[in-house]
């Protein structure tokens, strides 16, 4: 079966689908939580409980919180909010045991199931995505770690969610390059990447628009005494938002936003809002739906570690007027 170009995969994902709900007022939400991603006005995040393993939350259009009846995982998920090609909510997110597997839930019925046609033998996929029934996913070998590979890097790939359908390679990473976060939309695909070598430490977010290639919209490098991250990049129409925060030497906490159309790229940034009210804390999630627009946009912060070892996290809903971003 001939592979289908990324043009025509993305071109499955074009409509987006608008919530006639009105937004309900946000609450801050706050504890060890990570990875926010929203979608038509749910909310999901992993929080982690007091034996140190994570679950997984929901807010729903309501405003109200409550844990999905999802088996707690070692680390935080990698979940994605998406639609299917039916135009229902799911999270998207992988389970690993001796390999990791993608699995989708349907938020407003609460059922899982393993997402079936992705699995290739003797590999893992993780840092899943999806758009009206198309699939974004992270494919290596099984049993080594991501950003640290021996021989093969793995690839990122997409795929359409149908029978018989294959997917294709869309992103070749390069060795000891893992991808740390990805979000699908109808104007393309985001990605956030972590690359570390001894003394050194790579982060970078990119984005592919449908019918062109990847574009740089950061890419940052640290040493030994610094550290750099990224969150996740999460669409919003035109526009890819994720963090940026330089951890350690000079603690930041930036949000960014990148207007990518076909006539270029335009990349501002703001600091970003301290639900908190603390000093020294960094930006650690971001979520914005592009499904809804008219909801705000999620941000979370989280403090560095301190001399109890304490780590405390908050995670608000802004409306993006009220954001001022200013040229880098």
């Given at each position: 079966?001939?592979?289908?170009?990324l043009?025509?995969?993305?071109?499955?994902?074009a409509?987006?689908?608008?919530?006639?709900?009105?937004?309900?007022?946000?609450?801050?939400?706050?504890?060890?939580?990570a990875?926010?991603?929203?979608?038509?006005?749910?909310?999901?995040?992993?929080?982690?409980?007091?034996?140190?393993?994570?679950?997984l939350?929901?807010?729903?259009?309501?405003?109200?919180l409550?844990?999905?009846?999802?088996?707690?995982?070692?680390?935080?998920?990698?979940?994605?909010?998406?639609?299917?090609a039916?135009?229902?909510?799911?999270?998207?997110?992988s389970?690993?045991?001796?390999?990791?597997?993608?699995?989708?839930?349907?938020?407003?019925?609460?059922q899982?199931?393993?997402?079936?046609g992705?699995?290739?033998?003797?590999h893992?996929?993780?840092?899943?995505?999806?758009?009206?029934?198309?699939?974004?996913?992270?494919?290596?070998?099984?049993?080594?770690?991501?950003?640290?590979?021996?021989?093969?890097?793995?690839?990122?790939?997409?795929?359409?969610?149908?029978?018989g359908?294959r997917?294709?390679?869309?992103?070749?990473?390069?060795?000891?390059?893992?991808?740390?976060?990805?979000?699908?939309?109808?104007?393309?695909?985001a990605l956030?990447?972590?690359?570390?070598?001894?003394?050194?430490?790579?982060?970078?977010?990119?984005?592919?628009?449908?019918?062109?290639?990847?574009?740089?919209?950061?890419?940052?490098?640290?040493?030994?005494?610094?550290?750099?991250?990224?969150?996740?990049?999460?669409?919003?129409?035109?526009d890819?938002?994720?963090?940026?925060?330089?951890?350690?030497?000079?603690?930041?906490?930036?949000?960014?936003r990148?207007?990518?159309?076909?006539?270029?790229?335009?990349?501002?940034?703001t600091?970003?809002?301290?639900?908190?009210?603390e000093?020294?804390?960094?930006i650690?999630g971001?979520?914005?739906?592009?499904?809804?627009?008219e909801?705000?946009?999620?941000?979370?912060?989280?403090?560095?570690?301190d001399e109890?070892?304490?780590?405390?996290?908050?995670?608000?809903?802004?409306?993006?007027?009220s954001?001022?971003?200013?040229?880098?």
């Amino acid at each position: 079966m001939r592979t289908p170009r990324l043009t025509y995969v993305l071109a499955l994902a074009a409509a987006v689908v608008t919530s006639a709900a009105a937004p309900a007022a946000a609450e801050p939400i706050t504890g060890p939580i990570a990875g926010p991603s929203t979608a038509d006005g749910v909310l999901v995040y992993s929080q982690r409980d007091a034996d140190g393993l994570w679950s997984l939350h929901q807010r729903d259009r309501a405003g109200a919180l409550s844990r999905l009846p999802v088996a707690r995982a070692d680390q935080p998920f990698d979940v994605d909010m998406g639609l299917t090609a039916d135009n229902e909510v799911v999270a998207l997110y992988s389970r690993c045991a001796t390999v990791c597997r993608i699995y989708e839930l349907a938020v407003d019925s609460g059922q899982e199931r393993l997402v079936p046609g992705v699995h290739a033998r003797g590999h893992s996929e993780t840092m899943p995505t999806l758009h009206h029934g198309v699939l974004g996913f992270q494919r290596h070998r099984a049993g080594e770690t991501p950003g640290e590979f021996s021989g093969e890097s793995g690839s990122y790939r997409l795929i359409a969610l149908r029978p018989g359908a294959r997917s294709r390679q869309v992103k070749a990473l390069r060795s000891e390059q893992t991808v740390t976060g990805a979000d699908l939309s109808a104007r393309g695909l985001a990605l956030s990447t972590y690359r570390g070598e001894p003394g050194r430490i790579e982060v970078s977010v990119q984005a592919k628009p449908a019918n062109r290639p990847f574009r740089t919209l950061q890419v940052a490098a640290s040493g030994e005494l610094s550290e750099v991250q990224v969150t996740p990049p999460s669409w919003r129409g035109n526009d890819v938002y994720w963090g940026y925060a330089r951890a350690y030497d000079v603690p930041s906490r930036l949000l960014l936003r990148a207007r990518v159309t076909a006539a270029g790229t335009d990349v501002r940034q703001t600091n970003a809002p301290n639900p908190l009210g603390e000093s020294g804390v960094v930006i650690s999630g971001v979520a914005a739906d592009d499904v809804d627009s008219e909801r705000p946009l999620w941000i979370g912060v989280t403090t560095l570690y301190d001399e109890s070892d304490a780590e405390r996290t908050g995670l608000d809903a802004y409306p993006v007027g009220s954001l001022k971003f200013y040229d880098r």
